[in-house]
């Protein structure tokens, strides 16, 4: 086996596991034991509907480690997620889900599509956290939707509505105490949330991934961006950004060198 498996293929370490989901940051393995699932996270970067798309050496490292971070976290608080174990430096154990089909996005500062849809100077602070549905479709470009759309359509009851806005709350207050706490403002991000059933009993927990992919997150001091932003607008290095929210959060050693070095084995 390679001794710093970063640079190992999805292939390499899967072969003996079936495949059950690609997308475009990360693949799905059927896992051990039924209802369970292995997540591997990609190096690959994609944005604007992967009409831009680039290979990040150590991306997937580090979003499976800040993923792990924040899902550990949550559970710690009652916030129930799909993540069980972190496996290796790319995998971690998963219960498997049903994906509700929405994009579910909470703003706190406005930024990105808000911006621009409704002529808010990026950077402006919302008065209220907003929670914002997208269709979850990328041919159609994941799609803004109202909670009437998805009632009509069965996406979601209004039960799973009422969870989902509370769940996404709670999720915003941990996630913005974390980056407060360590000089970073939370502007966004976008979360989504599967169905699980015990026996005849379902409930709502937060499944996918919570990383620097999938947040915006601003420098307090400098406002300088963390986030997939320095990706879709060539602000600079973005394994350089995200292993700065790692040191910062403590998911990597202050003096740690690239992620691309075994430093992060266990
Ligand atoms: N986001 C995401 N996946 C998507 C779309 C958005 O993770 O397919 C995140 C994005 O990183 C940001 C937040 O959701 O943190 C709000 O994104 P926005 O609607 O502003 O879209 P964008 O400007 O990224 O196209």
Redesign the pocket.
């Known amino acids: 086996m390679c001794p710093d498996d970063t640079h190992r293929s999805p292939g390499d370490s899967m072969a003996r596991r079936k495949k059950v989901y690609e997308g475009k940051a990360k693949i799905l393995y059927e896992g051990p034991e039924p209802g369970t699932l292995v997540q591997y996270f990609k190096d690959d970067a994609t944005?604007?509907?992967a009409q831009k798309k680039d290979v990040v050496d150590g991306k997937g490292v580090l979003n499976n480690r800040l993923s792990e971070f924040f899902m550990t976290g949550l559970n710690a608080i009652g916030v129930p997620t799909h993540f069980i174990r972190r496996l290796n430096m790319r995998e971690q154990l998963i219960r498997q889900v049903e994906i509700i089909p929405l994009?579910v996005?909470?703003?706190n500062v406005a930024?990105?599509?808000?911006?621009?849809r409704l002529g808010i100077e990026e950077g402006t602070p919302l008065p209220r956290p907003i929670i914002?549905f997208?269709y979850?479709d990328d041919k159609l470009g994941?799609p803004?939707v109202s909670e009437e759309h998805i009632l009509a359509f069965g996406w979601a009851s209004q039960q799973d509505l009422d969870d989902i806005i509370a769940l996404s709350l709670r999720v915003n207050d941990f996630l913005s105490g974390c980056m407060l706490a360590v000089g970073i403002k939370l502007?966004?991000?976008?979360i989504e949330v599967g169905r699980i059933w015990d026996n005849d009993y379902q409930r709502l927990i937060l499944a996918d991934e919570i990383s620097p992919?999938?947040?915006?997150l601003w420098d307090i001091e400098t406002g300088k961006k963390l986030?997939?932003?320095v990706f879709?607008r060539d602000l600079g290095s973005l394994a350089d950004a995200y292993t700065e929210v790692a040191r910062r959060l403590g998911v990597l050693p202050a003096n740690s060198g690239p992620v691309t070095r075994p430093t992060l084995i266990n």
């Open positions: 944005a604007f509907n994009e996005v909470v703003r930024a990105g599509s808000l911006s621009t914002e997208c979850k994941d803004l502007v966004d991000f976008k992919d999938s947040c915006r986030d997939k932003d879709r």
